[in-house]
């Protein structure tokens, strides 16, 4: 996958004034037909379609990726594309962006979109109470103009040389204006497929639009069926069973069996995606520096990554920009694995040992369970007895994350550096899961947002990364390959995304039946 290119963004963006959206090359013998059946992990019986809350792949991928749309998507290839937006432009200081709006397109009960539904959607991340990931990307507008029907402008409180990136986030959907109540309650948007069931944690059935503005472009199957199976060993097997088509999150220990299938495709992408252990700073012991990189020293890496991955991953240094991020910095000192700077450490935070509980479930990730008794162990060594608390796996997002003071998590990463650190480490952001704050990097964050010149930003962000990776609350010792298989049956066009699992979490879109 190609490099995500904020300086030609800006070059026509800016400089050219718009930045005209392009489709996505299909091959010529795509073609519509029959129904796609999906096994899924990462699915809630507290689900819903309130983009707002949306944090695993069963309804990323039925919301942004099947039912609804944004105003921009990021292709399979990288390079960002309009979906609701037409095309944009911006001032010279990135501040002032004016996005022109497809006409033509309705949502599902028949309503026309236009940009009452944009500013209307925009502003449901901010309202009082809302509990949005998007927040910090929606309160940077300071304001929003319709200069027509379907032409929006929005002025930032600083510079953002992302903005448009930021707009394809995949909470930040286009509802209905004055509609949203009952289009979260029934799932009403303009994407290919609209809802004909849904039973959340369970199943979700969608039927492909006639008269769609992607015809031709996308959307290959009359109906798609997300099928609920958080289990790894039901989930492969339903595949190889020909029960569905497509599974997310391989499991590694059923891979040699599955590559042995000759109707079973794997699929492998390097993005951003990363496993973490997040610790609660403003709770003890987690508050003191010297147990935070105490910690750190006390996790083997490497075995993680060779045990828990099988290899489809690589060490990670506990900040959360990724090998697939424009501004990577993988020439930091590597925390690593030394017991005597654990045993340092603790005596820096006038400790001999250390007693802290572990929450985790396979729901956080695969093998998460797995991964915090591999922790346990490696710790042992240095006096930390850390005690691995097994989490039911439904609910694991809404009772434990954010709860639980240390816990099991995992990260999709960002298509930007500034987009992924806004999402969760600005200060009093939603998904702030640590609530970690440092002055120098709250600096740097606004500092890079606004910065045009791409050495400057570098520099700023390389700082942060190695100040995250020192002082941050957040153990993250490997990035994951998303690994995903499908039946043979299906095809693509050779192109696949790794913003998120399933290409993107946009397969239902972008595949077909060969």
Known sequence: MSQFSRRNLLKTGVAAGVLAATGLPVRAQAKRGGRLRLGLAGANTSDSWDGRTHSDTFMIAGAHGCVFDCLTEVAADGTLKGELAESWEATADAKTWTFKLRQGVTFHNG??????????????????????????????ITEMKKLGEHEVQFTLAAGNADFPFLLSDYHILMYPAGQIEEAIAKGIGTGLYSVESFDPGVRFVGKRVDSHYKDGSAGWFDEVEFIAINDASARMNALMTNQVDVVNRVDFKTEA??????????????????????????????????????????????????????GHGRVANDHPIGPANQYFAGDLEQNSYDLDKVKFYLKEAGLTSLDVNLSAAN????????????????????????????????????????????????????????????TAYETGVPWNDTGWEQARFQELLLSARAEL???????????????????????????????????????????????????????????WFA
Not at 111 to 136: C, I, R, W, Y
Not at 266 to 290: L, S
Not at 395 to 419: F, H, I, M, Q
Not at 456 to 472: A, D, F, L
Request: with cysteine.
């Open 111 to 140: 309503k026309a979109f236009g940009a009452d539904d944009v500013m209307e959607s925009l502003n449901m991340h901010t309202e009082e109470g809302a509990k949005s990931a998007a927040q910090p990307i929606v309160s940077a």
């Open 257 to 310: 069996l599955m590559k042995a299938n000759p109707m079973v495709n794997i699929f492998e992408v390097t993005g951003n995606q990363h496993y973490t252990f997040p610790m609660q700073v403003a709770v003890e012991p987690f508050n003191d520096m010297n147990v935070r990189r105490a910690l750190k020293h006390a996790i083997n890496r490497d075995e993680l990554v060779q045990k828990i991955l099988q």
């Open 363 to 422: 729901a956080a990730f695969a093998g998460a369970i797995d991964a915090a008794q591999l922790y346990q162990a490696s710790a042992a060594g240095a006096g930390i007895n850390i005690n691995v608390v097994q989490e039911p796996d439904d609910g694991y997002w809404s009772n434990v994350w954010l709860k639980k003071p240390w816990c099991a998590c995992y990260w999709s990463g960002r298509a930007t550096e500034d987009w992924m650190f806004s």
């Open 453 to 511: 010149d791409s050495a400057k930003r570098r520099e700023m962000y390389t700082e942060m990364q190695m100040i995250m990776s020192t002082e941050g609350g957040t153990v993250i010792p490997m990035y994951a390959n998303y690994v995903d298989a499908h039946s043979t049956k299906l095809t693509n066009t050779g192109e696949i995304g790794n913003v998120f699992q399933l290409d993107s979490s946009r397969l239902a879109e972008r595949w």
